[in-house]
């Protein structure tokens, strides 16, 4: 993804249902500033029998707050009972754009 842009971001948790599950994903970079994307609030996600799917879609802003290079992710999640679980750590990387300003089209 890059600075500045509108990406969407895919989410797949294989044989697990986390549709009652609040699930808390979390990016990091390498100075360790994280940002955490909260499910119900951020993102919404669905459990299709197999596997747990959802999407989140970033804003110009956010990304513009990312520093370029590699970010950590990982996911983690708890249920109603109190019974927690999380997600391997995963690499997203983000790339650096020259006009560091959120831009619009005025039609």
């Known amino acids: 993804m890059y ?10 948790f ?6 009652e ?3 808390y994903l979390t990016m990091a970079d390498g100075c360790k500033k994280t940002r955490t994307f ?3 609030e951020d993102f919404e996600v669905t459990f299709d029998g197999t ?4 999407t989140i879609r970033l ?5 513009l707050n990312m520093s370029a290079g590699a970010h950590t992710v990982q996911a983690r999640w708890v249920f109603p009972d109190g019974s927690a679980g999380a997600s391997k750590k995963t690499t997203a990387h983000v790339n650096e754009v ?3 300003d959120v831009i619009s089209y005025d039609g």
């Open 59 to 63: 804003t110009q802003e956010q990304t």
């Open 98 to 100: 020259l006009l560091k």
């Open 3 to 12: 600075q500045g842009t509108t990406p969407i971001i895919p989410l797949t």
């Open 38 to 40: 909260v499910s119900g």
């Open 14 to 19: 294989k044989g697990v249902d986390l549709s």
């Open 21 to 23: 599950a609040k699930i």
């Open 51 to 54: 596997d747990t799917t959802g």
